[in-house]
């Protein structure tokens, strides 16, 4: 098992044990080794040896230990497999649904023998619900929404964070093959789809054994198919990856190819068609003679475009864009952003200190970074009061760290559109981040009141997560994204996309809306601990899909130039 798996083990005990009842500290014991391991900068894996896990684990004694040793050496747990004799697993599915937590499950168990989703939605439906403890109409209502939610978004597609670790292991690996010559992950993954079906690989190779050693690797847990040009496997973290190994000069038509999408294939074959060519993964053809082929730049150009980065190849109007200006838009880089304005620290719900957040923006070479911790209405996250807020600006004034510490907030929108904080906090603060964490399911027209309320305040700067939504997990709130793109524009309150892979939101087609309006945006990434800060990249992604620019992004300036949008 790797690091997110024993994660994943820890958590579903502490779930467990609190369902039955156990008391407090034994399974917040749990769901902390869950947190600690997940953090963790390396594999566990590599970290086993004769006596044990080489280094002390903060925060993990000997008996967590112990199964963590036990799951990476075999694969299982048997204290899981333990307490779960007798135990309804369905209960734990349950847990899936948005709002509903260890107590509701039990009471739920308890008082109607709900075992399962489909239970539980029976009797919601039957009015069953509502007649529980502290349950009601609305409740219930919320539960059945909830459930309707999950079974939409409920998906069999990995994470991209997940699927680009998992692919840079792969490519890690193989490139220990000492005939490897070319290298490249293509499909969804290469445009920077927010969810991977499968991953592929294409190689260009010389000798022999490349499949061989391919099936090999320690994180296969099955081969579906081995063959001399390609083959299929299931990694242990249950993602298929398939590797095809081509030649040299159709390498650039094979990664045009396998990295799509499908309907961008189809238009480029149509174009080519119409040039009395014919596209396809071994080349560009002209009859039997390749014309191009050997890189993706050569194709473009002998179809009279210029390069169409990957995250743009979605039939949105690329090749028309392309064949009419004879370039792209140059779309920003990860390499362009010079700080990150939405971060948490220990003052809410990070797990770091500012002066740790600190060190590690310093580290990325950025000029600034904000510390925006929640305001009072997240108090579940540990949410801030004035006092608590006015603490925080006098340790910042305090700390030399050798970046730009700017001092901020994400302060919650209020049912009413009102700000979580006075404006007497909300003028003395460097970034006002607006964000709507509560009050998700108003209707469309009251929910799009709201959030242009808070928009038009004279101190919103930046809407964060501006739609709410959670990838595979919860829809998008639903208003009116126009008039509340026009209100950010006529306001001069940017547009947030939201890199951590749990949100990746604004999604692009609401940049390009937006960008066509008028509005800036900025990339932030929302990190609550130092690995989060990688999330950037994710973030610029999603931005090139929606054909951004540098220009088009605030925090790609310095904090000078930014701040005077404002102004």
């Known amino acids: ?31 902390r080794a869950a947190l600690t391991v997940t953090n963790l900068p390396y594999d566990l894996r590599k970290m086993i040896d004769g006596a044990g896990i080489k280094e002390k684990i903060p925060g993990i004694g000997k008996d967590l230990e112990a199964k963590i040793v036990e799951m990476i050496e075999t694969g299982k747990c048997s204290f899981v497999d333990k307490i779960k004799v007798g135990f309804p697993v369905g209960l734990l599915e349950i847990l899936k649904i948005r709002g509903i937590g260890p107590k509701k499950v039990k009471l739920f168990y308890n008082e109607l023998a709900i075992k399962t989703i489909p239970e539980l939605k029976k009797a919601g439906e039957a009015g069953m619900l509502r007649t529980l403890e502290k349950m009601g109409e609305k409740s219930e209502s919320e ?6 939610e999950f079974s939409q978004f409920s998906s069999d597609r990995t994470m991209i964070n ?3 670790m998992e692919a840079e292991r792969v490519i890690a690996y193989l490139n220990e093959f000492k005939g490897m010559k070319r290298i490249q992950f293509c499909g969804s993954l290469r445009r920077r789809q927010e969810t991977i079906g499968d991953i592929d690989i294409l190689v260009v190779a010389d000798g022999e054994g490349l499949m061989e050693h391919f099936c090999s690797f320690e994180d296969v847990i099955n081969v579906i198919a081995q063959g001399d040009t390609k083959s299929s496997v299931i990694m242990a973290s249950g993602i298929q990856c398939d590797l095809r190994l081509v030649p040299d000069e159709s390498f650039g038509a094979a990664a045009h190819y396998f990295t799509g999408s499908k309907e961008h294939n189809i238009r480029m074959r149509d174009l080519a068609k119409k040039k009395g060519l014919k596209l396809n993964e071994y080349g560009l053809m002209d009859g039997d003679k390749a014309v191009a082929g050997k890189t993706e730049e050569g194709i473009f150009k002998k179809l009279g475009l210029p390069f169409i980065p990957p995250e743009m190849r979605q039939n949105s109007g690329e090749i028309e864009y392309g064949l009419k200006h004879g370039k792209m838009p140059a779309l920003v880089e990860l390499k362009d952003i010079r700080g990150d304005v939405h971060t948490h620290s220990t ?50 004034d305090k700390l030399d760290v050798g970046i730009k510490i700017l001092k901020g907030c994400e302060v919650d929108i209020l049912k009413d559109g009102t700000l979580d904080f006075s404006d007497e906090i909300l003028k003395e603060l460097d970034i006002v981040i607006i964000s709507a964490h509560m009050f998700g399911q108003l209707d469309s027209d009251e929910q799009t009141k709201r959030l242009i309320a808070a928009v038009e305040n004279k101190y919103s700067m930046i809407m964060g997560h501006p739609t709410g939504r959670l990838v595979n997990k919860r829809k998008e709130m639903d208003f009116n994204m126009s008039k509340v793109i026009d209100a950010c524009v006529a306001n001069k309150v940017a547009l947030e996309i939201n890199a951590n892979p749990m949100r990746l939101d604004l999604v692009d087609k609401y940049l390009r809306m937006a960008q066509e309006k008028g509005a800036k945006f900025v990339i932030n990434t929302d990190s609550h601990d130092i690995r989060h800060t990688d999330f950037m990249d994710f973030g610029v992604g999603v931005a090139r899909r929606g054909w951004l620019e540098a220009k088009d992004v605030l925090n790609t300036k310095s904090w000078k130039d930014m701040k005077a949008y404002w102004i």
Do not use: P
């Open 162 to 164: 997940e699927a680009q």
């Open 1 to 31: 098992m790797d690091n997110k798996q024993i994660a994943e083990v820890f958590n579903e005990i502490g779930n467990i044990l609190d369902i039955k009842g156990e008391s407090f500290f034994r399974v917040n014991a749990y769901r």
């Open 143 to 148: 539960i059945l929404k909830a459930i309707d």
């Open 347 to 396: 003052y809410s719900d990070g797990k770091k200190s500012i002066a740790e957040m600190a060190k590690c923006f310093k580290a990325k070479g950025y000029d600034y970074f904000a510390v925006t911790d929640h305001s009072a209405a997240m108090a579940v996250t540990g949410g801030m009061k004035d006092a608590d807020i006015r603490r925080q600006w006098k340790e910042i």
